[in-house]
Every structure is written in C-alpha cells, then in structure tokens.
C-alpha cells in the first residue's frame, strides 16, 4: 500500500501551464505503475496518463497527447504530470493512482487536485 497525496492545481487561463505533483509513501515506490486521472464535472473519471513501474511504456489518452508529459522519480517517491497548452476541456480534479506492478486495478489514490482552465 502507498498513501499518495497530490499538489499543484490552481486557476490558469487557456494555453498555460501547470505540473502537478504527487508524493507517496510507504513501501516498494519503483514497484509500482502509476497514473494520473481525472474527473470533469458531470462526466465519469478518465485516465489521462501512466507510467510503468520500468519508467516506459507510458500511456496518453488522446485528447492530451503532445501537451501533457508524465514522469516519475523514484528517490523522491514522486510522479509528475506536466501539463502544457491548457484548454478549458482540461478543467477537472485530477487524481494520481498507483497500482502492483503485477495487479490490474487501480487501488492506492490520491484525494484530488483541482485544476480550473478559464478560456
């Protein structure tokens, strides 16, 4: 088990950037994939990005391909989300998730960040 905790959403305006932290603890760090999701109001939870407990194999969903980069360092027990060229689309709560390397579901997440793009 990993307690993650997210930081660094806010209000940008539309074409801005933000990179979005999310610190964990406990054990085994680098044994673990990680995600980046995210909720929108009134829509369902969507993966946006993830990385692979090798560090590859990352993962986009197409609507942030070639704005967003998802990146881990394991000696700091953190993954990142840099988000460029922002859209109001973007305004969600994202939310990182952790999961065994060897497990299918998502069951280690974060509380939220709120990230609100006005246009």
């Known amino acids: 088990q990993v307690q993650l905790v997210e930081s660094g959403g806010g209000l940008v305006q539309a074409g801005g950037s933000l990179r979005l932290s999310c610190a964990a603890s406990?054990?085994?760090?680098?044994?673990?994939?990680l995600g980046w999701f995210r909720q929108a109001p009134g829509k369902e939870r969507e993966s946006v990005a993830s990385?692979?407990?090798?560090?590859?194999?990352?993962y986009y969903t197409d609507s942030v391909k070639a704005r967003f980069t998802i990146s881990r360092d394991n000696a700091k027990k953190t993954v990142y989300l840099q988000m460029n060229s922002l859209k109001p689309d973007d305004t969600a709560v994202y939310y990182c998730?952790?999961?065994?390397?060897?497990?299918?579901?998502?069951?280690?997440w974060g509380k939220g960040t709120l990230v609100t793009v006005s246009s």
């Open positions: 998730a952790a999961k065994g390397r060897y497990e299918s579901n998502w069951n280690n």
């Open positions: 990385i692979s407990w090798r560090g590859g194999s990352d």
């Open positions: 406990g054990r085994a760090f680098s044994m673990y994939d």
